[in-house]
């Protein structure tokens, strides 16, 4: 089979049948335009539009999923170019970085991040060479003459990609300046923020008195008070949405939701923002934040976006030396079906409501989180998130979840990614696996061709835009 | 491919070795009797034997399944024609109960409610039009029209079906009225009462003071006291053998079981029994219960069914209005190892006793009810229980339990639906996937062909009848 | 197909494309020599090297797959030819224990018990004759006949197998009696002994008084002092690295661990060792002392294997009669996010440490297991174990592992059996399943052929080797 052929069938189901129909729902879905309502590119990125520096900037030192794979076989975080907490960066020399991943590519074998990789180096810039160490000084010299190239700045890369919507992540307190700068740019591609206030609801977090501090400041709210507090956070959610906005997110540890009345509500803001909180009483605080978001979505019509139960910084000498979010934060156990009672006991059954659920912990997606969201019209499941966004990852969600709750209790694909340039290689993964799965029903006489095709174009594209208001 | 060749592979591995293995499987399965001993069809149904009203009160009405999913996408219980517990049905018009169904079929895609509803559709009714706002009404008056005619009948249907069994679920404490009715008709079907005691050992269930009240009326004991509740309960089991019963059911919230003495016992009950009861009390009174029904059926060799692991009544809106299994019940997390220690370490070794466990926790299926059943001599797997009754679900079951317990630790395929006419379709869909999984076994050269036809037949047959005495 | 072809293709996935490719996968694998670095083999039985007495004493009385299976069916122990603790064996006729088997196999269809046990009699032993009660004494005399010729002896065995290295696993106060005889023998074999200290690591432990007192006895430390103690384990190690061990093995209840100061540690180790352990102060102990097996692991360079969470003895009538270890332990869930947080903050960024960790409990591949191995370099994941080292276990243990920690965390196969003549026959399955899913991933285009080959030579030999220091 010839090069572009292997690609053209790439995560096909090999069963004759089955690729056959996957090759003809697949035809109909892959150009369509890319809808990215949930993800973590910088604005800054699309502000400046500046050129990308060079290929371990682009490809390695900002990628988890492939530094904690390197560090897993024991290159040190220094080795692969990162930044440490001080500004010191140890390997300065990119080419170094480079070859340290190309010298290791076996060890990516079978995971969605050689397959991003291989994709994006193939379909973005049109390198089709295998990395390894005999070719790592080639395709490096290579992507850096590619990305000193027009055609290869941010915005060029967005056009060509063809996004229709992008939705960054960002602090409650951002004033959103980089949102600003594009909005008031020539250009037209459309970037929104999503209002993400954990560092203002999590009283655990580090930095949870400094940013009610910045609450205070851009809002001019006494964010010390409750009810300057609950005042802010309306102020802000609203700030956002006119910048574009459409939803909120929400990274817990946990699913706890909690119903408090507003006296308790407001003693208990007062431990927590005084001093070191109990940790009894910072779950507490966040379950009951959780329904008050809700409550504010139920106003301001932002969808409401849950990610809880991801253990992080499991590794404190990484998080001492590097911050946060490189690549050590471990899936736990999490309980949805306790968790989310008092929450959709009271917001369930509002269909205006718009609440997107996802989870690391798999073991709920047949157990809990298909029957919830099979019942409660206000809730939605996210697609399959983080370590489970990847073929076999997909495919489990679909399996899991579709006999329960059907294609339309889901959310639409989002591509969850701080990789700017992996965002389309991310989409077809997903579209390439859903038309399999959707093949299968088609080849087992559960779906008819044209509710397939329907189906798919659903989640490939329709359903974000819907879900999301975009 | 023509229609019916459409449907004469359903549910087949699309792969043709493996699909033409399957085919000459479900060749000699196809057409055996149904053996039905686990449902909750009403009796009333076969002892009446009245034609079913229309389309809305035959499929959508008490299918909680269907109407969870419309929920699910904001249509209210009231406008899909549900009757509250005062009474009142908001939606009496059964055409617009049942164009809200055909509107939105395409909720279902990928759900076994499609495939039940198609197959019953077109096996049961002959209508092989698909449903949508278009074809409903048509459909529905088919549908009236046929469910007028005596061949639509549930006995007419019950012979049709080929039904050799059909056991029912009834309270401790019902006087079988219907089932009585039934023996005494010149009617010939099979039809016996299984014995449910949740309400009469669950200290926490609603209804557990009046149907103590009852217990004494209909047995003469005085179940206020230890000593009569224990007679009680034996003289009620008597009863229902006597009108045909082989087997108890049990749906507790956890898998916990006790050993108590007969000292602490009585302690126990009369605490439980006056007034409000502790939690810790109720749950530990429900774990000796277990132990005690395990005791009985030791001696009168009815069959022990444990369907463990429901979270009820979710929603509590629901309830209050609509009463319980409407479709808010939620599945959690289960404990088979350590709650089942105290009745298996008693009586797992005992060869007599046939103990079915079910789940709706799949993670136990290889963890420990595989273990478990594939060690102890009284325990058997029940099938893939409620919303894992489907096509990756049953699969799912066999790939998971198989390989430590085997095929024979397992009781055979039983129905477990209040949807009488959907019986058939709901055994064809377990026969088709479980000869699908024989397939490829023999595919994969780990069974000889003639092994997988005797274990398909057992599965779809013998065991069943041989399990529960049938 | 001719026998011998269907033998060839045992395992292999059925669809064409993927199944050629596993063919040519497998075809350069299938020959390699056998490392074994984890198992439970007598070490006597290549000391003495005396012929295996017959058919049952070689595959029924010692394979508690096989007799749980079949006490499943109501066949007891004493029928089944165990010997008691009081040295009692109810059915001594080896032929009335090998007939229950035959007359039984069809309980063991899709397990992979009938799979070992078919392909051992086939390829070890030429008998290609389905067991049945009407097989059962033509195959038994055969088998006789079979063990009486030279050519059936363990070392001759041994050799035939082309086994490279056998570890077994041996108490830590074992004087390695066997392992010294084989070594001082002209014969070459590589036989070699694991560190196995549970018993002198837990004080729940029943033998943990007396194995500390064996543990005084063999090192000439005071083992009643903590200091004396963990000098007696360091010394222990050394011994057992003597002989030849590569490697410690844990076989702890959870994987929790715990950092402790040296007086608190001491304070403990007194309180576990005098008189009956608190349960909360035996968890600690136990986690106290896996951290303490890591620190002399980074000194002695010892494998650090961690194979928790089974609930030993769930039968007690089983454990009084005929001890541990016959079938009757089942899995529980486990944590191990947690768990092993302490260990691996303080070790876990070790390059030079290898900690092997394995799981009966499934839902923790992909949730935290991966992650953790694809993070933390000293952390590395053994093969699917015990219930789960068959086709679908091991094949769900790839496809939940590797798209998160690729294959280079896992430590290569073993075969963890007691069953020596089924070694062969365990590698071979692993390796036909390692083969099938490689090629699934050639025919999705997710790797290329020379990446899947050099691949699966790694997944079945050089990796083990290599981990382990064979």
Known sequence: MAEADTRDERLFPPDPTVRAITRELYAQVKDLPLVCPHGHVDPALLADDQPFPDPAELLVIPDH?????????????????????????????????????????????????????????????????????????????????????????????????????????????????????????????????????????????????????????VTGEDATTYQGYMSALRQ??????????????????????????????????????????DPADAELFRGHMLMQMAAMSLDDHLVMQL?????????????????????????????????????????????????VVSTLDETTYSRELAPLAGYYPAMLLGPAWWFFDSPHGIRRYRELVTETAGFFNTAGFNDDTRAFASIPVRHDVARRVDCGYLAQLVAEHRLELDEAHDTA??????????????
Chains 1, 2, 3 share one sequence.
């Open 457 to 470: 174009h659903a989640m490939a594209y329709a359903r974000a835009k819907e879900v999301y208001d975009l």
């Open 236 to 277: 802000r959610r609203e700030y956002f949405k006119q910048l574009g906005a459409t939803a909120t997110d929400h990274g817990h540890p946990s699913a706890f939701t909690a119903e408090l009345n507003d006296v308790d509500a407001e003693k208990l803001f007062r431990r927590v923002t005084e001093g070191t909180p």
């Open 307 to 355: 990610h809880p139960g991801s253990i992080r910084n499991h590794d404190p000498q990484l998080h001492t030396r590097y911050g946060a979010d490189k690549g050590a934060d471990i899936p736990g156990t999490i309980d949805y079906v306790n968790g989310l009672r008092p929450l959709l006991n009271r917001f369930g059954n509002e269909p205006s409501l718009r609440f």
């Open 65 to 217: 999923y492939v530094h904690r794979m390197l560090h897993s076989a024991g290159l040190s975080h220094g080795e692969l170019g990162l930044t440490d907490l001080e500004g010191h960066q140890q390997e300065t020399d990119s080419r170094q970085v480079w070859r340290r991943l190309c010298e290791n590519w076996h060890l990516f074998r079978g995971t969605p991040s050689k397959l991003w990789l291989e994709m994006e180096l193939a379909d973005v810039f049109g390198i089709h060479t295998r990395l390894s160490a005999h070719t790592a000084d080639d395709v490096f010299d290579t992507l850096l003459e590619r990305l000193a190239q027009p055609d290869f700045r941010p915005r060029a890369l967005f056009e060509r990609f063809n996004i229709e919507a992008l939705a960054t992540t960002d602090d409650a307190t951002d004033q959103l300046q980089h949102h600003r700068r594009i909005r008031e740019s020539a250009w037209n591609g459309t970037v929104i923020p999503t209002f993400r206030p954990d560092k203002v609801l999590d009283p655990e977090n580090p930095a949870f008195q400094d940013s009610l501090r910045q609450l205070s400041e």
